[in-house]
């Protein structure tokens, strides 16, 4: 069965440090999402992407975060001067369409010391 | 804006007993709703989903829900569970973006931590 990859499973940061977290989502998917978990809470929507560019996003992502599609098969989530309160965990999402099932990776923990 | 309470965070059932999850959501149209699970060190998997039409839903793993307008809820039932179900499983509802666009956004709940005893 298909699946939503993500690299790596766990990266650790000095603060202030530039991040990148990669996932490759589902071939034939169009929507592709990022979301987060801080540790012992809810899991939140942090941007949508279709067609090249950001459909939707939530006031986390602020202009530290920036997502990309580089190449035909990966999506990227960077932070650009990572915080402590960046730790979390970092899921990956893709689905075909706006109301069809998300396919969610294994997620990223993101650790900033 | 949408929201998802699930008011049991932690729940423990005997192997062999039934099981219902609770859900409620707010959402100010018919809404899209779903539950994932998510075992230590895996993604959310979709155990299950309601669009539309009939109200009592099918998933895996023998898991079904009921989607009941009138009360905002969404609840999650299995008649007997078994020992690998032990995971936290997430209610999550599907909202439009703005401009009543629908891109998909998932508003989550704060999960459910099912602990199964032998």
């Known amino acids: 069965e298909p699946e939503v990859t993500q690299t790596p499973s766990h990266q650790v940061t000095q603060m202030g440090q530039e991040v990148i977290l990669r996932c490759v989502p589902i071939s034939n998917h169009l929507y592709f999402y990022w979301y987060r978990q801080i540790l012992g809470q809810k899991v939140e929507f942090l941007v949508s992407f279709y067609n090249n560019e950001i459909s939707e996003k939530s006031e986390i992502f602020d202009d530290q975060f920036s997502v990309e599609r580089p190449d035909g098969s990966n999506f990227t989530l960077k932070i650009r001067s990572t915080k402590l309160e960046d730790s979390a965990m970092y899921f990956c999402?893709?689905?075909?369409?706006?109301?069809?099932?998300?396919?969610f990776g294994a997620g990223t923990r993101l650790s900033v010391l | 804006a949408q929201s998802v309470t699930q008011p049991d965070i932690h729940i423990t059932v005997s192997e062999g007993a039934s099981l219902e999850l609770r859900c409620n959501y707010s959402y100010g149209a018919t809404p899209y709703l779903f539950w994932y699970v998510q075992s230590p060190g895996q993604g959310l998997q979709l155990l299950l989903k309601y669009f539309s039409g009939d109200t009592l839903v099918q998933g895996i793993k023998g898991f079904e829900a009921e989607f009941k307008r009138s009360q905002s809820s969404f609840n999650l039932r299995k008649p007997s569970v078994h020992w690998s179900d032990a995971a936290e499983y997430f209610c999550a509802v599907g909202a439009p973006g703005a401009g009543g666009t629908s891109y998909g956004k998932l508003t989550f709940g704060q999960g459910t931590i099912l602990t199964v005893h032998p």
């Open positions: 999402a893709s689905s075909w369409g706006p109301k069809n099932i998300q396919y």
